[in-house]
C-alpha cells in the first residue's frame, strides 16, 4: 500500500503539487482618477451650459468627454470591482459609459444629430437620454445615503443638475439650463473635494486631512 502511494506521488505532474500562496500586491485606489476625471469633465460642460464667458455651444467638451470623464473613468470603474467597492464600480462605470455615449452624440460621423435635422425632437430625444439619467443618478444618491454626507451631496446635486438640464431641454428654457449649468459646477467642485479627500488618505504622511463627514449612520473617514 505504501509503495503503491509512494508510486502515485513520483507520478503526479509537477504542476498539481501545493505551493505556497504568493502575497498579492496591493492595488492603489481608482476613486481619486475616477472623481477627477468625472468632475473636470462636468465642470467644463457645465460651464459652458451656464453660458459662460458667451459659450452657447458645448462641442470643445467632446474630447474631454470620450477620454478623460469616458475612458478614463470607465476603467477606474473596473478596477474598483476587485476591491469589493460595488458603489464606486457601479457609479464610474456608469458614468464613463454616459461621457461616452455624450460625446458620440456630438461627433459628426455617428449620425445622430444628422438624423433629427429634419424634425423638432431633438430636445424631447435629448430630454429623455437626460430623464434616464437623472434616474440611475437617484438611486446612486440613495445608496450614498449610508455611506459619506459629501456622496450624498455629490449625487443630490448631479441628481438636480439633470433635473434642470431636462427642464432646460423640454421647456426650452435658457434660465433652467443655465441653472443646471451653476448647479453642476457645484457638483464637479464636491467631486474634486472628495478626490483629494481621497488621494490625501492614501499619502503615507498627508499635510492635512479632508472630512467627508457622515449621513444616516453611514461611516466616517476623516
Not at 500562496?21 to 473636470?40: D, Q, V, W
Not at 424634425?119 to 440611475?136: D, E, H, K, Q
Not at 498627508?206 to 461611516?219: A, H, K, Q, R, V
Request: hydrophobic fraction near 45%; include cysteine; charged fraction near 10%.
Amino acid at each position: 500500500m505504501t509503495n503503491d502511494v509512494e508510486k502515485a506521488e513520483s507520478n503526479t505532474p509537477p504542476m498539481y503539487h501545493a505551493h505556497p500562496r504568493k502575497t498579492e500586491p496591493s492595488t492603489a485606489n481608482p476613486s481619486t482618477l475616477g472623481l477627477f476625471s468625472f468632475a473636470s469633465t462636468t465642470f467644463i460642460l457645465s460651464l459652458y451650459n451656464a453660458q459662460t464667458r458667451g459659450i452657447t455651444t458645448p462641442n470643445v467638451v467632446v474630447g474631454m468627454a470620450a477620454f478623460c470623464g469616458g475612458l478614463a473613468q470607465f476603467l477606474a470603474g473596473m478596477w474598483e470591482f476587485p476591491r469589493n467597492n460595488m458603489l464606486g464600480a457601479a457609479a464610474f462605470t456608469s458614468y464613463g459609459a454616459f461621457w461616452m455615449s455624450y460625446a458620440l452624440i456630438f461627433i459628426p460621423g455617428s449620425g445622430i444629430l444628422a438624423a433629427y435635422e429634419e424634425t423638432t425632437t431633438l430636445p424631447s430625444a435629448i430630454g429623455i437620454y437626460l430623464l434616464t439619467w437623472m434616474f440611475v443618478t437617484f438611486f446612486f444618491f440613495l445608496v450614498a445615503l449610508r455611506t459619506h454626507l459629501a456622496f450624498a451631496i455629490l449625487f443630490g446635486l448631479l441628481t438636480t443638475t439633470f433635473g434642470c438640464l431636462v427642464g432646460g431641454e423640454w421647456a426650452a428654457s435658457v434660465n433652467s439650463t443655465k441653472a443646471g449649468g451653476i448647479i453642476g459646477v457645484l457638483t464637479a467642485l464636491t467631486a474634486y473635494y472628495i478626490g483629494l479627500a481621497d488621494l490625501l488618505a492614501s499619502q503615507p504622511n498627508p499635510i492635512f486631512n479632508l472630512p467627508l463627514g457622515t449621513w444616516l449612520g453611514g461611516s466616517k473617514k476623516d
